[in-house]
Nanobody
Framework: QVQLVESGGGLVQAGESLTLSCAAS????????MAWYRQAPGKQRELVARVTSGGTTYYVDSVKGRFTISRVSAKNSVYLQMNSLKPEDTAVYYCNAELRTVPTLRDIHWGQGTQVTVSS
């Protein structure tokens, strides 16, 4: 069984910073990519940032230049450094992992979500 546990959410003012952390545990053969999604009230869940095992990153346009995703493979962990936060960044942030518990089977796993609230 695989678990993703997130931490680091909270309430901040506009312009401040937060760092989200996510650690995967359990019977993991390999992690191919990790990502952060977010879902604001009344909106669809959107991909915020993603990093592959090879280090390739992706960011949604609205966070480019402000957010940085990083990964520590040895710890099966991913981080999201969020700077210059805006009220529109307010959402529940979810950690996501594309991983294999056996060499030939890839699956998607989600964390429970962590609330980020940015006040103006």
């Amino acid at each position: 069984q695989v678990q993703l546990v997130e931490s680091g959410g909270g309430l901040v003012q506009a312009g401040e910073s937060l760092t989200l952390s996510c650690a995967a545990s359990g019977s993991i053969f390999a992690i191919d990519a990790m990502a952060w999604y977010r879902q604001a009230p009344g909106k669809q869940r959107e991909l915020v940032a993603r990093v592959t095992s090879g280090g390739t990153t992706y960011y949604v346009d609205s966070v480019k230049g402000r957010f940085t995703i990083s990964r520590v493979s040895a710890k099966n962990s991913v981080y999201l450094q969020m700077n210059s936060l805006k009220p529109e960044d307010t959402a529940v942030y979810y950690c996501n992992a594309e991983l294999r518990t056996v060499p030939t089977l890839r699956d998607i796993h989600w964390g429970q979500g962590t609330q980020v609230t940015v006040s103006s």
